[in-house]
C-alpha cells in the first residue's frame, strides 16, 4: 500500500481463522490503522486483495460488512442523537428487525452499563461512555468479524475486564476478533495468535508459546521482550511484491 511514494505496508500476507482472537501489534506508523482501512474498505489497496468471510471487501463490500463489526480508535457519532437513538440508527443500517434490535441494545446496555444514559446525548457523554457505546454498536447486528482498534481507550478497569470478557466469550462462540493494541498484556492475555508488524512488514507471527521459541527469559515482561526483540531484528518475514496486501477474515 503506497502513499505517495511512501510504502506503508509492504507484502503483509494474513490468514486469519473463524473464531481466532487475533492481536495485531507494531509501533507508531508501523502500518497498523492502514492495514485496519485496507480490512474494513476503507481504503483501496494498491496491490492484492483482503477478505472477510470469503467476500472481497473491495467487490463485494455490502455483503462484507453485513458481516463486520468495526470500532476504530476514535469512534465517530452524530451528537445530536442519544445513546437509544444512535443504536436505533445503526440497527437500521444492517436492517434489523425493530423487535430484534430493541431486544438485543437493552441487553448490550446492560452489559456495558449504558442503560442510565440511553436517553442521554452522545455530546455530553464522557469518553469512556462513547467507547463503550461504540462497541455495544459494532456488536449490534451480531457480526461474525469484528475488527476493534485500541479497545481499552478510556475504560477504567471495571468496564475494561467487561470489554474483553465479552470479546473472548464471542471469540469462544466462533466469532473471529482481529485488535490492534499498544497493551501489550491485554494481547498476551486474549490472543491466541500474535501478529507484528514494523515499517510495513509483518516480522513476527505466531502463538506466544511459539513466539517465545528460542528465546531466553530475561526477567522482563514475556511479550514485551519479544516485541522489541523483533522490532530491531533484521530478519524479515517472506513477503508479496512491494504495496501488495492479501489477508482472510476468515472463510
Not at 434490535?101 to 442521554?120: D, I, M, N, P, W
Not at 477504567?156 to 465479552?166: L, M
Amino acid at each position: 500500500m503506497h502513499y505517495g511514494q511512501l510504502k506503508a505496508l509492504n507484502g503483509l500476507n494474513l490468514k486469519i481463522e473463524q473464531g481466532e482472537f487475533f492481536a495485531f501489534l507494531g509501533p507508531n506508523a508501523a502500518g497498523k490503522t492502514t492495514t485496519i482501512k485496507l480490512l474494513t474498505g476503507l481504503l483501496r489497496p494498491t496491490r492484492g486483495r483482503a477478505w472477510i468471510c470469503g467476500h472481497d471487501i473491495q467487490e463485494d463490500p455490502i455483503a462484507a460488512k453485513k458481516l463486520l463489526g468495526f470500532v476504530p480508535d476514535v469512534a465517530l457519532f452524530y451528537d445530536k442523537l442519544t445513546s437509544l437513538e444512535f443504536m436505533r440508527f445503526i440497527a437500521d443500517i444492517f436492517s434489523l428487525e425493530h423487535s430484534r434490535a430493541s431486544k438485543l441494545t437493552g441487553v448490550l446496555f446492560e452489559q456495558f452499563a449504558l442503560e442510565s444514559y440511553r436517553h442521554e446525548l452522545i455530546e455530553n457523554l464522557s469518553h469512556g461512555t462513547r467507547q463503550r457505546l461504540a462497541i455495544a454498536a459494532a456488536l449490534l447486528h451480531e457480526p461474525k468479524v469484528i475488527i476493534i482498534d485500541e479497545p481499552m481507550i478510556g475504560l477504567d478497569p471495571v468496564h475494561a475486564k467487561i470489554v474483553k470478557d465479552e470479546l473472548k466469550r464471542r471469540a469462544n462462540d466462533g466469532v473471529t476478533i482481529f485488535m490492534s493494541t499498544h497493551l501489550l498484556n491485554i494481547a498476551q492475555d486474549l490472543a491466541d495468535r500474535i501478529g507484528i508488524i514494523n515499517h510495513g512488514k509483518l516480522v513476527a507471527l505466531g502463538t506466544m508459546d511459539e513466539l517465545k521459541t528460542g528465546r531466553t527469559d530475561d526477567g522482563r515482561d514475556q511479550l514485551e521482550a519479544i516485541f522489541l526483540e523483533m522490532l530491531n531484528d533484521s530478519v524479515e518475514a517472506e513477503t508479496l511484491p512491494d504495496g501488495a496486501i492479501a489477508a482472510e477474515l476468515p472463510k
